[in-house]
């Protein structure tokens, strides 16, 4: 089995590549944001502000990556999840694209191992059961496609993601 999920911190996965709920602007924040900035140090801010002068604001659904600092994983994949506006704004899909470009951009940087947090969950209020399924679902569909990731550990802080997630990696 190459999903994996465990009840922990992100930032102290030994993994390729983390990656981080962050906000359009990549300038920090709170929840997993702020733990990984804490974490890596500025280094990590220093090279998200120089993605900012070059390529603006990252997008919902999109990703970018930098080192990850003082982390023991390589790099920190930066991605930003919907806000939950009640489910008709295509937030299932942008959280979907989320997952596939975060997973694009670790292949691009050769990385076989990574770790998600449960995004979007927290301040952005995406129904964490809605949250898990499409977690899973888009996963699972890109590495049966993409050999080259060897292993995807979804990092759960809280129980109620762990046991959601649990249940669909067993079916
Ligand atoms: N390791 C793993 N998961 C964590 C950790 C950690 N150290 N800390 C929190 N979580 P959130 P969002 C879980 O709010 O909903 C930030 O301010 C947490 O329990 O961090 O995508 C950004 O800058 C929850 O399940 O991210 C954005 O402005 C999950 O991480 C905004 O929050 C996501 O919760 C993004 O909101």
Known sequence: MNLEVIKGDITKQKVDAIVNAAN?????GGGVDGAIHRAGGPQILEECKEIVANQGRCPTGEAVITSAGKMPAKYVIHT???VWHGGKNNEEEKLAKCYTNSLKLAVQNHC????????????????????????????????????????????????????????????
């Open 24 to 28: 359009g602007s990549l300038m920090g």
């Open 80 to 82: 930003v999840g919907p």
């Open 112 to 171: 076989k191992t990574v770790a998600f947090p449960n995004i979007s969950t927290g301040v952005y209020h995406f129904p964490k059961e809605k949250a898990a399924e499409v977690a899973v679902t888009t996963v699972r569909e890109f590495v049966s496609k993409n050999k080259e990731i060897e292993k995807v550990i979804f990092v759960c802080f809280d129980e109620e993601n762990f046991k959601l997630i649990i249940s669909l990696l067993r079916k």
